[in-house]
């Protein structure tokens, strides 16, 4: 249950400011994938066109295409909410639902869609979702506690478990490790290695360690200047990029010389 | 082991004078300071009124010109004794203190008041009784109380609903000019007088029902007019402030827009919007001027608001206050203060409830 992903000649804006251009890639099913680049460069816009979150934000809009298995996202007549359910995602601050338990949070994605569950079953998937997200044993004595009181690693992997919970095609990380400590990041990393498993990864990252390690592939965006958009640059295996990459900007990020 | 252990005393610990230490007041000195210019003004109005100067001893002016002298003297000292900053911190603080109780008086002298004169009347009858063939001393209130309970609660089933839905709109899908023009008509809808809403709910309602219309549910309708624009406003702010990242987190789990507002919007921001709720009937509750004109008043109990006037609280202390004359005419103006008294207690009820209700429903954060 993962599916490949295809973006042909990707244009994203918001309103008439052009923020990312004529991004083409192909990403495998089953691997993981991580978008590293400079602040404001367009990786992380360009992650969130991959479900349509962008669109939560009045004025965005794309042309061109995202084939999700060889169907177009931005097809006419495709419900952004059916999209959503096929491609999670987790977000760079840990957000789980303050109103709610842990165990409520895991089941947030299939009792907020009111999916009627039997008991049992629910308690399966809760169980399975946070084994899946490595949190299971350090949970499992106060599941219905309130997710808010975890810790910041926890709580992270908390909304991991809170995505896959919904079993996506996809799940798109956006910086999932920017906020927490180096013991909760080596737990995330352990984790997207598992998931890969089962589930295309896609991870944005700032910390070109973190992309050397976990991903297969990796793209490097850049940006022109302030107010430019954002490129993809270089698309290649991660070991490649970083020991030889074949453009000039992408050595010279990787190996620390910007410009 | 080695000798390398043994380091010298640091060098600092030798001096004698730590060299960031500052001058500093002891803390009883405000005090004693405020406590001296009292009695020092007291003195100077105390030889005024010795002289023939005023009319006897001047408590007010002692007060007023004992604490002037206070902030000149405290502000002096501190800033040969503790330096420019801290003599500023001193000014500044008993400036804010003094403001705070200023501000303070007559909010005391208010709830004196109305205990002291509204304790006469605060027994049995009142609660039990209406004002039905009652001359002179007895009778009660209850009519009035039932007709502001039911007038209020059928006022906050209009305005809730038709409130937070707009401040669902406006937060969730307002874009443009439509929201635009609502939030410009909330902020004049916040601005009317409330004589201009009942006058409003008359007009309306006469056009249909003729003049001579009065009933609670008129009353019901003006104070909605009063209360939509303070539901709106304050709802909004609370759903403005739900985070971003949880709708986007709801988003990304594939659940629809008005599911997210349902079930992860509205339950997070609850507290807050049950805490604007409470406020916006206490704004209401003791409207008189718009009850007057489309409820009118009696002296009898009446249960249906659809039909016949009916009394309010609010217009049970005017009409009282305002036909207080001849032998009983204190009785009246004692029944006027523990009506006051009574609408004061339930506005303070209410507050309290919806504090509790905020704190059930707020967000939990234990671990």
Redesign the interface.
């Known amino acids: 249950m993962s599916k490949s992903i295809e973006v042909n000649d990707l244009n994203v804006y918001y309103g008439d400011f052009l923020a990312v251009e004529g991004v083409s890639m192909r990403i495998e099913p089953r691997t993981v994938t991580a978008f590293i680049g400079p602040s404001g460069c367009g990786k992380s816009t360009f992650l969130r066109t991959l ?1 349509r ?1 962008h669109e ?1 934000i ?1 004025g965005a809009h794309v042309e061109g295409e995202v084939l999700l298995d060889g169907d177009d996202l931005y097809a006419s007549g495709v419900d ?7 491609v ?2 987790v ?1 760079q ?1 840990p ?1 789980p ?3 709610m338990s842990i165990k409520e949070n895991v089941l ?2 299939v009792r ?3 999916k009627r569950m039997p008991r049992s079953e629910a308690d399966a998937l809760v169980e399975k979702s946070l084994r899946g997200a490595n949190l299971w044993n350090e949970v499992k004595d106060r599941l219905d ?2 997710g ?2 975890l810790s910041g690693g926890q709580q992270q992997r908390l ?1 991991i478990a ?2 896959i919970a ?1 079993s996506p095609q996809v799940l798109l990380m956006d910086e999932p490790c920017s906020a927490l400590d180096p013991i909760s990041t080596y737990a995330i990393e352990e984790l997207i290695g598992e998931l890969k498993n089962d589930y295309t990864v896609v991870i944005v990252t700032h910390n070109m360690q973190q992309a050397s390690r976990v991903s297969e592939k990796t793209a490097f965006f850049n940006i022109a200047g302030t107010g430019k958009p954002g490129h993809l640059i270089e698309y290649n295996d991660t070991a490649t990029l970083f020991t030889t990459p074949t453009e000039q900007a992408t050595e010279d990020y990787v190996s620390g010389r910007f410009g | 082991m080695t000798a390398a252990t043994a380091t010298p005393p640091s060098p600092t610990r030798l001096r004698a004078v730590n060299a960031v230490t500052v001058g500093r007041l002891p803390r009883a000195v405000p005090w004693l300071l405020l406590a001296g210019s009292w009695i020092v003004m007291g003195v100077v109005y105390g030889l005024l009124a010795a002289s023939g100067a005023t009319k006897g001893f001047d408590p007010v002016g002692t007060i007023f010109f004992g604490t002037v002298l206070f902030v000149i003297v405290l502000y002096t000292i501190s800033r040969i004794v503790e330096g420019g900053r801290r003599a500023v911190d001193r000014l500044v603080t008993s400036l804010v203190l003094t403001a705070f109780i200023i501000a303070l008086l007559p909010l005391i002298s208010l709830v004196w008041t109305v205990v002291a004169n509204g304790l006469a009347r605060f027994d049995v009858t009142f609660f039990t009784e209406s004002m039905r063939n009652v001359i002179g001393a007895g009778g009660g209130a209850l009519h009035a109380l039932i007709g502001t309970l039911l007038i209020t609660l059928a006022a906050t089933v209009i305005s809730v609903p038709i409130g937070l839905l707009t401040s669902i709109y406006l937060v969730e899908y307002g ?1 443009g000019a439509l929201a635009r023009s609502i939030t410009f008509f909330v902020d004049v809808m916040t601005g009317i007088p409330s004589i201009v809403a009942g006058l409003f709910t008359f007009a309306l309602f006469a056009l249909f029902f003729g003049p001579a219309v009065r009933n609670g549910f008129m009353g019901a309708v003006s104070l909605s007019v009063l209360m939509i624009p303070v539901v709106v406003r304050s709802s909004e702010e609370i759903l403005r402030i739900v ?14 827009k008005w ?2 507002i349902l ?2 919007v509205l ?2 921001s609850l507290a807050g919007i049950v805490t604007g709720v409470m406020l916006a009937i206490s704004r209401v509750i003791g409207e008189t001027a718009p009850l007057l004109i489309v409820t009118g008043f009696t002296f009898s109990m009446n249960y249906d608001i659809f039909n016949d006037r009916m009394m309010t609280l609010p217009v049970f202390v005017y009409t009282q206050y305002t036909q207080a004359a001849g032998v009983a005419a204190q009785a009246s103006i004692d029944r006027a203060w523990t009506a006051a008294l009574t609408l004061i207690l339930l506005v303070m009820a209410l507050n309290l409830i919806g504090r509790l209700i905020a704190k059930i429903f707020a ?5």
């Open positions: 479900n979150m939560v009045p952004p909410v059916a999209v959503r359910s096929q999670g995602m977000f601050r957000n639902f303050p109103t947030a994605g907020l869609n009111s506690k309130p808010s009181g909304c809170r995505a919904v | 874009r985070p971003n990242e949880l709708r986007e987190a709801s988003y990304a789990l594939g659940v629809p599911r997210t079930r992860i339950p997070t967000p939990k954060y234990g671990r």
